[in-house]
C-alpha cells in the first residue's frame, strides 16, 4: 500500500508534466488543425534557458540569497524565450503554407523540429548540462513515503498554471476571440478577431506552457540535454490524442492518464513495456471512441 | 587542328594537374565509427576525439607512413543503431579505408564488423566490451577495451568480497551490451551465493526511473546493481535513487566512466561504486596523449583513452606493414607489443587484448581506484 501511494505521487508529478507539454498540441491543433511537431522542441528550449539563467544567477551568488526570485526570473525568461520563438516559428513556417494542404504544414514542423533540436545540439553541446541548484532537492518522509519538495513544486505549479489557462481561455475576452476563431476564421475576422494575432497568442501560449514544464523537468532530474524533446514530445502527442485533440480539459486528463499508467505499468508489471502499455490504453480508448475522451468537439470548449 | 581534337587537348590540360597533385599528396584514410547524434553522443564524441588526438601524436612522434603526406580521418556517425552502423560502414567500404576505429555500442559493431570484414578492412574497437564482438571469429575484427565476461565476475565478486553484500536488485536498459553485462553479474552472483533479489529493465532514453526505484526501495537490497549504457541514464538514476532515500550501495560499470556523471549527479554520486579497465594516469604515454587533448577537448572520459590506442595501434601496424592490405596490416597488429596510454597493447589470436577491470569509488567528484581482484583493498 505504501508503494501505491509512493507510485501515485510518482505518477501525479510526470503526468502533470506530460500534461502542461500536451497542451501546446491541442490548443494548436484546435485554432489551425496542425499538429506542431516542433512542441517538444519548445519544451527542449525552455529547460536550456531555465540551465542558462540559474548558472548564471548561481555565479552571482544570488542563488543563495533569493532562490524564490531566481527561480521566478527564469521561469518568466524561458517562458517568454519559448513563447518568442513559437511566434517566430509560426511567421517563418507555418503562415505562408496556411492556404497549402496540411500535409506541407505537417512536413514544415518536422523539419523545424529538427533544425530546433539539431540547432540546440550545435549550440550547446552533446553533454547534459546539469542543473545548478540543489534547492528542494531534499523531501520529507511520511512512513516510507518520501515526498521531494520538487514534486511539491511540480504538481503546485502545474495546477496553478492549468487553471490560469482555464480562466484565461473561458473567461476573458482573449480567451473568446481565441474559441471564435477556433470555430470559424472567417466569421470570426467579421467581427473584428484579428486571427494572426489569435494564432500567435496560441503558439505564445503553448510554448510558454512547455518551456516551464522544461525547467520543471531541467529541476527534477537534474539535467537537460538537446534531444530531451522528443519522447516527452510523442508522449504529450499521445495524451493530447487519448483526451481527444484539440480540447483543453481533455489534454490536462490525457497527460494524467499517460503518465500513470507508465509508472503503475512499470512498478506493477515490467519496466521494459511501460511504454506499451501506455499506448496500449491509447489504442483501445481510440478503438471505442475514435475522438479521444473527451471528444474534439465542435462546441465552444474547443480552443 | 580540328575543334574536337583541340577541346581535347584543353580537357586533358586541365585534368593532368589534378592526376599530378592526387599522385604526390597521397591521403591514408582511416575511418572512425561512433554516435555522433542521438542519445550516446556524447560517449561517440569522445571516441573521435581520441582517434583526432592519436593521429596527431603520431604524425608527431613517428612522423609520416611512408607513401603518404598525411593521414586524414573520415568520422562516422552510428547513433548508437544497427542499421546506421551498416550504412556508415558501407560508407567508409566507398571511401577506401585502410581500417576503422569504433563502433561504440557493441549492438553496432556487431553488425558493422561483418560488413567491413566482407570488405577485408581492419576494425578495432575502443568501448563494445559484449563477448560476442569477437566471440564470431571474424578475422579482422579486434578490442581494445575489456570483455563483459571478465567485468562480470569481477563486479560479483567485488560485490561479495570487499562490499560484504548478500541482496543485489539489476536494472538494465536493454541494449546488447548492459543486458549481456547485467545477465552475467546475475550469473556470476548467483555462482558465488549472493541473493539476486529482482532484475528489472528500463528503456533506452527514459528520464523518469521512479517507479522502478520505488521497487528498489521496497526490496530494500545491499546493492543496487546499475547496468545503464552511458554516463547519462546513470547519473538521473543515482539522482533519483538517493533522492527517494534508498540507501542502498550502488554499483555500476564501464560506460559510466565519465567525468560528466559526477558533473551531473554531483553529491549523490559520492560512494558510488563502478568496474572499468585499470589507466595507470602515471606513465609517460598516457601523460602524451593527456598533453595533446586535455587543452582541446577537456577532461578524459570513458574511451578516448582507448580510441587513442586503437588508433595508435592501427597506425603503428600499417607503417610497420607498408601495404593497405588487411591481411599484413593484421600480421603486424598480431606482433605489436607496445605500452599505451590505457593499458600494455598486445593482442591474443581471437582479436582481444585482455581486461584488468577493478573497482573504482567515486570520491571528492574523482574516480579513484578502490579494489583489485588480484590484489583486495588498494585504498583504505
Same mark, same amino acid.
Given at each position: 500500500?505504501?508503494?501505491?501511494?509512493?507510485q501515485?505521487?510518482?505518477?501525479?508529478?510526470?503526468?502533470?508534466?506530460?500534461?502542461?507539454?500536451?497542451?501546446?498540441?491541442?490548443?494548436v491543433?484546435?485554432?489551425?488543425?496542425?499538429?506542431?511537431?516542433a512542441?517538444?522542441?519548445?519544451?527542449?528550449?525552455?529547460?536550456?534557458?531555465g540551465?542558462?539563467?540559474?548558472?548564471?544567477?548561481?555565479?552571482?551568488?544570488?542563488?543563495?540569497?533569493h532562490?524564490?526570485f531566481?527561480?521566478?526570473?527564469?521561469?518568466?525568461?524561458?517562458?517568454?524565450?519559448?513563447?518568442?520563438?513559437?511566434?517566430?516559428?509560426?511567421?517563418?513556417?507555418y503562415?505562408?503554407l496556411?492556404?497549402?494542404?496540411r500535409?506541407?504544414?505537417?512536413?514544415?514542423?518536422?523539419?523545424?523540429?529538427?533544425?530546433?533540436?539539431?540547432?540546440?545540439?550545435?549550440?550547446?553541446?552533446?553533454?547534459?548540462?546539469?542543473?545548478?541548484?540543489?534547492l528542494?532537492?531534499?523531501?520529507?518522509?511520511?512512513?516510507?513515503?518520501?515526498?521531494?519538495?520538487?514534486?511539491?513544486l511540480?504538481?503546485?505549479?502545474?495546477?496553478?498554471?492549468?487553471?490560469?489557462?482555464?480562466?484565461?481561455v473561458?473567461k476573458?475576452k482573449?480567451?473568446m476571440?481565441?474559441?471564435?476563431?477556433?470555430?470559424?476564421?472567417?466569421?470570426?475576422?467579421?467581427?473584428?478577431?484579428?486571427?494572426?494575432?489569435?494564432?500567435?497568442?496560441?503558439?505564445?501560449?503553448g510554448?510558454g506552457?512547455?518551456?516551464?514544464?522544461?525547467?520543471?523537468?531541467?529541476?527534477?532530474?537534474?539535467?537537460?540535454?538537446?534531444?530531451?524533446?522528443?519522447?516527452?514530445?510523442?508522449?504529450?502527442?499521445?495524451?493530447a490524442?487519448?483526451?481527444?485533440?484539440?480540447?483543453?480539459?481533455?489534454?490536462?486528463?490525457?497527460?494524467?492518464?499517460?503518465?500513470?499508467?507508465?509508472?503503475?505499468?512499470?512498478?506493477?508489471?515490467?519496466?521494459?513495456?511501460?511504454?506499451?502499455?501506455?499506448?496500449?490504453?491509447?489504442?483501445g480508448v481510440?478503438?471505442?471512441?475514435?475522438?479521444?475522451?473527451?471528444?474534439?468537439?465542435?462546441?465552444?470548449?474547443?480552443? | 587542328?580540328?575543334?574536337?581534337?583541340?577541346?581535347?587537348?584543353?580537357?586533358?590540360?586541365?585534368?593532368?594537374?589534378?592526376?599530378?597533385?592526387?599522385?604526390?599528396?597521397?591521403?591514408?584514410?582511416?575511418?572512425?565509427?561512433?554516435?555522433?547524434?542521438?542519445?550516446?553522443?556524447?560517449?561517440?564524441?569522445?571516441?573521435k576525439?581520441?582517434?583526432?588526438?592519436?593521429?596527431?601524436?603520431?604524425?608527431?612522434?613517428?612522423?609520416?607512413?611512408?607513401?603518404?603526406?598525411?593521414?586524414?580521418?573520415?568520422?562516422?556517425?552510428?547513433?548508437?543503431? #544497427?542499421?546506421?552502423?551498416?550504412?556508415?560502414?558501407?560508407?567508409?567500404?566507398?571511401?577506401?579505408?585502410?581500417g576503422?576505429?569504433?563502433?561504440?555500442?557493441?549492438?553496432?559493431?556487431?553488425?558493422?564488423?561483418?560488413?567491413?570484414?566482407?570488405?577485408?578492412?581492419?576494425?578495432?574497437? #575502443?568501448?563494445?566490451?559484449?563477448?560476442?564482438?569477437?566471440?564470431?571469429?571474424?578475422?579482422?575484427?579486434?578490442?581494445?577495451?575489456?570483455?563483459?565476461?571478465?567485468?562480470?565476475?569481477a563486479?560479483?565478486?567485488?560485490?561479495?568480497?570487499s562490499?560484504?553484500?548478500?541482496?543485489?536488485?539489476?536494472?538494465?536498459?536493454?541494449?546488447?551490451?548492459?543486458?549481456?553485462?547485467?545477465?552475467?553479474v546475475?550469473?556470476?552472483?548467483?555462482?558465488?551465493?549472493?541473493?539476486?533479489?529482482?532484475?528489472?529493465?528500463?528503456?533506452?532514453?527514459?528520464k523518469?526511473?521512479?517507479?522502478v526505484?520505488?521497487?528498489?526501495?521496497?526490496?530494500?537490497?545491499?546493492?543496487?546493481?546499475?547496468?545503464?549504457?552511458?554516463?547519462?541514464?546513470?547519473?538521473?538514476?543515482?539522482?533519483?535513487?538517493?533522492?527517494?532515500?534508498?540507501?542502498s550501495?550502488?554499483?555500476?560499470?564501464?560506460?559510466?566512466?565519465?567525468?560528466?556523471?559526477?558533473e551531473?549527479?554531483?553529491?549523490?554520486?559520492?560512494?558510488?561504486?563502478?568496474?572499468?579497465?585499470?589507466?595507470?594516469p602515471?606513465?609517460?604515454?598516457?601523460k602524451?596523449?593527456?598533453?595533446?587533448?586535455?587543452?582541446?577537448?577537456?577532461?578524459?572520459?570513458?574511451?578516448?583513452?582507448?580510441?587513442?590506442?586503437?588508433?595508435?595501434?592501427?597506425?603503428?601496424?600499417?607503417?610497420?606493414?607498408g601495404?593497405?592490405?588487411?591481411?599484413?596490416?593484421?600480421?603486424?597488429l598480431?606482433?605489436l607489443?607496445?605500452?599505451?596510454?590505457?593499458?600494455?597493447?598486445?593482442?591474443?589470436?581471437?582479436?582481444?587484448?585482455?581486461?584488468?577491470?577493478?573497482?573504482?569509488?567515486?570520491?571528492?567528484?574523482?574516480?579513484?581506484p578502490?579494489?583489485?581482484?588480484?590484489?583486495?583493498?588498494?585504498?583504505?
Amino acid at each position: 500500500m505504501d508503494s501505491f501511494i509512493q507510485q501515485l505521487i510518482n505518477g501525479i508529478t510526470l503526468g502533470g508534466i506530460y500534461a502542461l507539454i500536451a497542451l501546446g498540441y491541442t490548443m494548436v491543433y484546435g485554432v489551425i488543425q496542425l499538429i506542431n511537431f516542433a512542441h517538444g522542441e519548445f519544451f527542449a528550449t525552455g529547460g536550456y534557458v531555465g540551465v542558462i539563467c540559474l548558472s548564471f544567477f548561481t555565479g552571482l551568488g544570488y542563488m543563495e540569497t533569493h532562490p524564490i526570485f531566481c527561480l521566478t526570473a527564469s521561469f518568466a525568461l524561458a517562458m517568454m524565450y519559448c513563447a518568442y520563438l513559437a511566434i517566430g516559428v509560426e511567421k517563418i513556417a507555418y503562415k505562408p503554407l496556411r492556404k497549402e494542404s496540411r500535409l506541407a504544414a505537417l512536413l514544415s514542423a518536422l523539419g523545424v523540429s529538427i533544425f530546433l533540436s539539431n540547432g540546440l545540439m550545435l549550440t550547446q553541446g552533446v553533454y547534459d548540462k546539469a542543473y545548478p541548484s540543489e534547492l528542494f532537492q531534499n523531501g520529507f518522509n511520511v512512513g516510507i513515503i518520501t515526498i521531494s519538495y520538487l514534486q511539491i513544486l511540480i504538481v503546485c505549479l502545474t495546477a496553478v498554471l492549468l487553471v490560469a489557462l482555464n480562466l484565461l481561455v473561458f473567461k476573458t475576452k482573449i480567451g473568446m476571440a481565441m474559441r471564435a476563431t477556433a470555430q470559424d476564421k472567417t466569421m470570426s475576422a467579421l467581427v473584428a478577431i484579428g486571427s494572426n494575432r489569435i494564432i500567435s497568442l496560441t503558439f505564445a501560449i503553448g510554448a510558454g506552457l512547455a518551456a516551464a514544464a522544461g525547467i520543471m523537468v531541467g529541476l527534477y532530474y537534474g539535467s537537460v540535454r538537446y534531444d530531451m524533446g522528443f519522447l516527452p514530445g510523442i508522449k504529450a502527442f499521445s495524451a493530447a490524442v487519448l483526451g481527444g485533440i484539440g480540447n483543453i480539459t481533455g489534454a490536462m486528463l490525457g497527460g494524467l492518464i499517460i503518465g500513470m499508467v507508465e509508472i503503475f505499468g512499470a512498478g506493477y508489471i515490467s519496466g521494459e513495456y511501460k511504454d506499451v502499455f501506455a499506448f496500449i490504453i491509447l489504442i483501445g480508448v481510440l478503438y471505442f471512441k475514435p475522438t479521444g475522451i473527451m471528444g474534439e468537439n465542435i462546441d465552444d470548449t474547443r480552443v | 587542328m580540328s575543334k574536337k581534337s583541340l577541346s581535347i587537348v584543353v580537357m586533358s590540360l586541365l585534368v593532368i594537374p589534378f592526376i599530378i597533385s592526387t599522385a604526390s599528396a597521397k591521403t591514408l584514410k582511416i575511418g572512425s565509427m561512433s554516435p555522433l547524434t542521438g542519445p550516446y553522443a556524447s560517449d561517440g564524441t569522445d571516441i573521435k576525439n581520441g582517434v583526432l588526438t592519436a593521429i596527431e601524436v603520431f604524425e608527431q612522434q613517428e612522423g609520416p607512413i611512408p607513401g603518404y603526406d598525411k593521414i586524414e580521418l573520415f568520422p562516422q556517425d552510428t547513433v548508437c543503431d #544497427p542499421r546506421q552502423a551498416v550504412a556508415a560502414a558501407n560508407k567508409l567500404i566507398n571511401l577506401e579505408v585502410v581500417g576503422v576505429i569504433g563502433a561504440y555500442c557493441s549492438s553496432s559493431t556487431i553488425p558493422a564488423s561483418e560488413t567491413l570484414n566482407e570488405a577485408k578492412i581492419v576494425m578495432i574497437t #575502443p568501448a563494445s566490451t559484449n563477448e560476442q564482438v569477437t566471440d564470431r571469429g571474424l578475422p579482422y575484427m579486434f578490442r581494445m577495451c575489456g570483455r563483459d565476461d571478465d567485468q562480470a565476475p569481477a563486479a560479483a565478486r567485488f560485490i561479495k568480497e570487499s562490499l560484504n553484500a548478500k541482496t543485489i536488485f539489476i536494472i538494465d536498459d536493454k541494449t546488447t551490451y548492459s543486458q549481456g553485462l547485467a545477465d552475467g553479474v546475475s550469473k556470476n552472483a548467483k555462482a558465488i551465493g549472493l541473493n539476486v533479489v529482482n532484475h528489472d529493465h528500463v528503456n533506452q532514453g527514459d528520464k523518469d526511473f521512479s517507479a522502478v526505484l520505488t521497487k528498489v526501495k521496497a526490496a530494500n537490497p545491499d546493492i543496487l546493481y546499475m547496468s545503464l549504457q552511458g554516463y547519462s541514464p546513470a547519473a538521473l538514476m543515482t539522482i533519483q535513487a538517493k533522492r527517494m532515500g534508498i540507501t542502498s550501495q550502488i554499483v555500476t560499470q564501464d560506460a559510466v566512466f565519465q567525468p560528466k556523471y559526477m558533473e551531473v549527479a554531483k553529491d549523490t554520486s559520492e560512494g558510488v561504486y563502478l568496474t572499468y579497465g585499470f589507466t595507470d594516469p602515471t606513465t609517460p604515454e598516457y601523460k602524451a596523449f593527456e598533453a595533446k587533448y586535455v587543452p582541446k577537448y577537456g577532461k578524459i572520459a570513458a574511451y578516448a583513452t582507448y580510441a587513442y590506442d586503437s588508433t595508435i595501434a592501427l597506425l603503428k601496424a600499417i607503417k610497420a606493414a607498408g601495404s593497405t592490405d588487411a591481411d599484413k596490416i593484421k600480421a603486424e597488429l598480431m606482433k605489436l607489443d607496445f605500452k599505451g596510454a590505457s593499458k600494455h597493447v598486445k593482442f591474443k589470436e581471437n582479436g582481444d587484448s585482455g581486461s584488468s577491470y577493478i573497482a573504482f569509488k567515486v570520491e571528492k567528484g574523482e574516480f579513484v581506484p578502490y579494489w583489485d581482484p588480484a590484489t583486495g583493498l588498494i585504498k583504505k
